[in-house]
């Protein structure tokens, strides 16, 4: 199982959720869910996506 740190792209020290299991995208809708079934959604535009890494930048105004 991979599981990813997903980053805000212009905080690289801004962690927005860790261990997330599935990233879906709807328009500038990015719905984040961790292995715990936890949900987070905020407004952005994925960047960068390093799946054997582990870490996803997201670009993103505000993260909450």
């Known amino acids: 199982m991979c599981l990813a740190t997903v980053y805000a ?3 690289p ?3 927005i959720l860790e261990y997330v299991s599935k ?3 709807d328009g500038h809708q990015i719905t984040l869910t961790d292995v ?3 949900r987070k959604t905020i407004e952005g535009t ?3 996506a390093d ?3 582990g870490k ?3 670009n993103c105004e ?3």
Do not use: F, Q
Request: no cysteine; proline share 0%.
């Open 13 to 15: 020290d801004s962690i």
């Open 56 to 58: 996803v930048e997201i």
């Open 62 to 64: 505000d993260v909450a």
């Open 51 to 53: 799946l054997t890494g």
């Open 46 to 48: 994925l960047a960068m």
């Open 36 to 38: 715990m079934g936890e």
């Open 9 to 11: 792209k212009n905080e």
């Open 23 to 25: 990233i879906e995208v």
